[in-house]
C-alpha cells in the first residue's frame, strides 16, 4: 500500500506549466511517463528517458522507453559511465529505491530527442494509505496543454493573467505593503498576506504575498519581468477558514520547494529552519488575524 505524488514541471517555465500525479508503486516508468504526456499535451512518437534529479543527458542511470530499450545494450549494463534500464519493467518503487529517493528529491524526464521537451520530478509526498496498483491521476494543475508541441515558439506564453483587481494595481516592481493592505477593503478581498517584504528608502514593500478571494486564493511572485501566479487553491466547497488554511499549505509547500531550488542552485543544503525563517510572515500574519491554530 504505497504510492507517489510527483509534481512535474516544465522546466522551461516551471511556475506556470506543472502537474501533480499521484501513482502507485507497482506501476512502471512507462505508465508514469504515458500520463505526464497526456496531461501536458505531448503525444507519444518520440523517444524518451527519465534520469536522475536534472541531469538529463548527464544521468548516471537511464529509465529509457521500451522501445530504444530493446535496442539498446540492455540493463545493468555499464556504457559510457551510465546505466540503463527498461522503463516498461522497472516499478515507480523500484526506481525511487535504486535511486535512493525521499521527500522533495528529484528525477528528469526528457522526450524527443530532437526538440527536447525537458521536464523533472520532485517527490512531493509518499501515500502510505494508496494501493500500489493505483493508475497514474493528475490530482493537481497548473498551466494550459501544450497546444503545438511543435511550436517550440509558443512555449513561453503559458503564464496566466493575474487576477482582478491585481492586474491593474500592482506596478512591474515589488508593491508597498500599504497597498497590499488596502486591497482587503475590497468587498471580494477577503485576507492579503504579506510574505517577502523589505525596507527600502520609500518604505516596506513586498514582492511575495498571498491573497484570498471568496472561492479561491493565490501565492504571487514577483519575477522578472513581472507578477506570476505560483499557485493557486481553489475553494470549491470550502468554507472561508477552510480555504486560508489551504492557502496557508500552499505558502509553505512553496518555500519549501523554493529552498529545494535554491539548493540544486548553489549546492548547498537547506534544512526547515531555513524554511521556518521563510514562513515567519506567515505566521505572524495568520496569528494577528486570529488564525494561529491553523499554523
Not at 30 to 51: K, P
Not at 92 to 104: A, K, V
Not at 167 to 182: F, K, M, N
Request: one cysteine or more; charged letters at 25%; glycine letters at 8%.
Amino acid at each position: 500500500m504505497t504510492a507517489y505524488r510527483f509534481r512535474v514541471k516544465f522546466d522551461p517555465d516551471p511556475t506556470s506549466l506543472w502537474r501533480d500525479i499521484v501513482v502507485g508503486a507497482g506501476r512502471t516508468i512507462a505508465e508514469f511517463q504515458a500520463a505526464i504526456n497526456s496531461a501536458v499535451g505531448l503525444d507519444q512518437d518520440h523517444l524518451w528517458f527519465v534520469g536522475n534529479d536534472e541531469d538529463y543527458w548527464n544521468s548516471t542511470v537511464k529509465y529509457q522507453c521500451p522501445q530504444e530499450y530493446a535496442g539498446s545494450l540492455g540493463g545493468d549494463t555499464v556504457f559510457r559511465n551510465e546505466r540503463i534500464e527498461n522503463a516498461g519493467a522497472v516499478t515507480i518503487g523500484e526506481m525511487t529505491r535504486q535511486l535512493g529517493l525521499e521527500q522533495y528529491d528529484r528525477i528528469c524526464y526528457l522526450f524527443d530527442y530532437g526538440d527536447e521537451w525537458r521536464f523533472y520530478a520532485i517527490l512531493k509526498e509518499i501515500i502510505s494509505d494508496e494501493p500500489s496498483d493505483k493508475t497514474p491521476k493528475v490530482v493537481k494543475e497548473k498551466g494550459e496543454p501544450i497546444a503545438d508541441q511543435y511550436d517550440l515558439s509558443g512555449t513561453g506564453e503559458t503564464v496566466p493573467s493575474l487576477p482582478e483587481p491585481l492586474s491593474s494595481v500592482l506596478p512591474e516592481t515589488a508593491v508597498p505593503v500599504a497597498d497590499l493592505r488596502q486591497l482587503e477593503a475590497r468587498a471580494d478581498v477577503v485576507h492579503v498576506i504579506p510574505l517577502l517584504s523589505l525596507e527600502t528608502g520609500v518604505g516596506l514593500v513586498c514582492e511575495r504575498f498571498a491573497i484570498q478571494f471568496e472561492d479561491t486564493g493565490f501565492v504571487i511572485e514577483n519575477f522578472q519581468p513581472g507578477w506570476q501566479i505560483v499557485e493557486e487553491v481553489d475553494g470549491g466547497d470550502l468554507t472561508e477558514e477552510e480555504l486560508l488554511g489551504a492557502l496557508a499549505d500552499a505558502v509553505r509547500e512553496w518555500h519549501a520547494e523554493i529552498a529545494e531550488i535554491s539548493g540544486a542552485m548553489t549546492g548547498q543544503q537547506f534544512d526547515e529552519e531555513t524554511v521556518d525563517a521563510m514562513n515567519v510572515e506567515l505566521v505572524a500574519e495568520l496569528e494577528h488575524k486570529g488564525y494561529g491554530h491553523l499554523l
